[in-house]
């Protein structure tokens, strides 16, 4: 497990909500991979992720079993955490015709890293 800063493990253990439009990775878009910040396995190919205004990344999809979807505290919320590790990266909603796919992915920067996809990565992180 990688050691995470004080902010970061407010949003990744403590289930925190960072604010809108700060996090680094929401108005950004570079070919790539998005890991959990937490753990490292591959969750997201910058392939799918838009721009869904709304202040954090968006993503209409994630890698196979990547993601583990479970009903959040509220009860209305469907919470997504990583597949590996559960660390808390966001909330996933469907249903706003947002993309094709139907689907955002709406995640804490503080809960992902990315890498190029020029990299020399682990040929996992390939797409």
Known sequence: MNTLTPEEEDVIVHKGTERPFTGEYDDFFKDGVF????????????KNKFDAGCGWPAFDENYPEAVKRITDEDGQRTEILCGN????????????????KNTRH????????????DDKLPSVLHD
């Not at 590790?85 to 094709?100: D, K, N, P, Y």
């Open 35 to 46: 890991v959990c910040r937490r753990c490292s396995s591959p969750l997201f190919s910058s």
């Open 85 to 100: 590790c559960t660390a808390h990266l966001g909330h996933v909603f469907e249903g706003e015709e947002l993309t094709q």
């Open 106 to 117: 709406c995640v804490n920067s503080l809960s992902i890293r990315f890498y190029p996809i």
